[in-house]
């Protein structure tokens, strides 16, 4: 029997992966100050874009000698750099969980042609991260944005290796404690965690990573976008907001926003206690249903961010379809935008409970998900 409906909605139905949920603050008037039709070479630009970076800095706790960049393209374009640059100088370990992982295992594989091991698990797994020679470059995801499977910690890294780490990290910084002496490459984008606008990746460099571009020539040759050194140096300027390509300022302007928003809530620690409180919250559910579950095999690399869901009830026919209509349904009533899983992925749900998202929202919409469920069922049945 169907329940009735609930009564109450989430104030803010926005639980997609990306672009995710503006910070719950943001309205407008946050880029009232944004320097438009100025160059982002002038003092104003050069100053919004140094902020950024040196905000970025102290709130994820980067260390002084990391550099940090805005570059183009978002994430994909930001790790696309750090591959076309660094790898090649010796061996890989190319890492994949999920679609995005295997992505940058395409890339490395049959366009770049390096010498690579592969490593991958299925979509709920993680690869056993000790396993890996580290005396090889080792490319690999934070968080499985796709798959819902996150790193828990950076203990299988060595401190003594003589690779580099490339981390793709979109969906984990601001979320989770990334161990920065285990990190060479580390890249995100501004639209997932803090909910910022679309197309403008960050790129961070440890030391161990400058030197490798300062002593490296890779065989193939760079596009001017992913130029990182000019005669054997680092461009400097790329890591003080001078960027490769123009910015957009109002995207500029909103990323300082967001970065406020972070600091009122608590900086890093505040943001991945909103995480976790949200994905708690869904894990609650979960644990006292039999009909759903976290796609997730091991608690302990659950993500807090792109939780993913899979229906288990036998009663389901078609798995895919299923899925499909509860979301199509829990849209429909504007109870969850945007939660179906990734197309590549096994059939289910992703909710976003990054930073921006409100524990309460996600309170408010899993009675929804409930009633979605049985809706489905029962509908399900009656046409059998």
Known sequence: MVKTAPATRPANPRFSSGPCAKPPTWTPAALADAPLGRSHRAAVGKERLQSAIERTRDILGVPADYKIGIVPASDTGAFEMAMWNLLGQRPA??????????????????????????????????????????????????????????MPNGDAIPADRAGLTLCDATSAAFAMDLPWDKLDVTTFSWQKVLGGEAAHGMLILSPRAVERLESYTPAWPL?????????????????????????????????LASLDWAESV????????????????????????DWIENLADDPATA????????FTDARITDGAAFAKAVAKRLEAEGAALDVGAY???????????????????IEAMLPWLEWAFQTEITAQSAAA
């Not at 000019?230 to 123009?246: C, E, H, P, R, V």
């Not at 993500?303 to 899979?310: I, M, P, Q």
């Open 223 to 255: 596009p001017m976008i992913f130029r990182l050194t000019k005669g054997g140096k680092l461009i400097d300027g790329i890591f003080s907001g001078a960027t490769i390509n123009t910015p957009s300022m109002l995207c500029v302007e909103d990323y």
């Open 343 to 361: 197309r590549d992925a096994p059939p289910g749900l992703r909710i976003w409970c990054g930073g921006t998202v409100e524990t309460s929202d």
């Open 303 to 310: 993500s807090t961010t792109s939780v993913c869901l899979k």
């Open 93 to 150: 370990e190319m890492v994949a969980w999920e679609s995005f992982g295997a992505g940058w295992v395409t890339d490395a594989v049959k366009q770049l042609k390096i010498d690579a091991r592969v490593h991958t698990a299925d979509y709920g797994q993680i690869v056993d991260m000790a396993a890996l020679d580290y005396n090889r470059d080792v490319c690999f995801t934070w968080n499985g944005t796709t798959s819902g499977v996150r």
């Open 266 to 289: 608590g900086g890093l620690k505040g943001l991945i206690a909103r995480a976790d409180a949200n994905a708690g919250a869904i894990a609650d559910f979960v644990a006292a249903r």
